[in-house]
């Protein structure tokens, strides 16, 4: 699989909230860094945090490509994207975000093995 349409499966399982399905494309190692400094380290960190975020019906996300980088066995993805939710009191608030993520090529095809959101 290429790398365009490994990234373009990842973001899928995310839109889709399949949690097996997106677990599958992150390395068992990776960490996560979240819009306010949390650091999620490895596949359980990373699972407990999407199960409990996949199970609110309320956010949607629409992600743009801003840039990409692909080398032999590396590749870098630069996304805006546009997040839409409720607050605890029913409230929709917006976020602008840039989301890095990092792939490796392993033998299976690429995992991403960093993803950080930094707001804009």
């Given at each position: 699989?290429?790398?365009?349409?490994?990234?373009?499966?990842?973001?899928?399982?995310v839109r889709d909230r399949d949690l097996d399905a997106c677990m599958a494309t992150v390395h068992p190692e990776a960490t996560f860094i979240l819009?306010?400094?949390t650091v999620l380290s490895g596949a359980d960190?990373?699972?407990a945090f999407h199960k409990g975020w996949f199970e609110d019906?309320?956010?949607t996300?629409?992600?743009s490509v801003t840039r990409t980088l692909v080398q032999t066995d590396t590749a870098v993805?630069?996304?805006t994207v546009d997040y839409d939710d409720l607050d605890r009191d029913g409230?929709?608030?917006?976020?602008?975000?840039?989301?890095?993520l990092v792939f490796a090529r392993?033998?299976?095809g690429w995992l991403l093995v960093h993803d950080q959101n930094t707001n804009c």
């Open positions: 699989m290429d790398f365009t349409t490994a990234l373009d499966h990842h973001l899928a399982t819009p306010n400094g960190e990373i699972r019906p309320d956010w996300m629409t992600v993805a630069v996304l409230e929709p608030y917006r976020l602008r975000y840039f989301l890095s392993t033998a299976g």
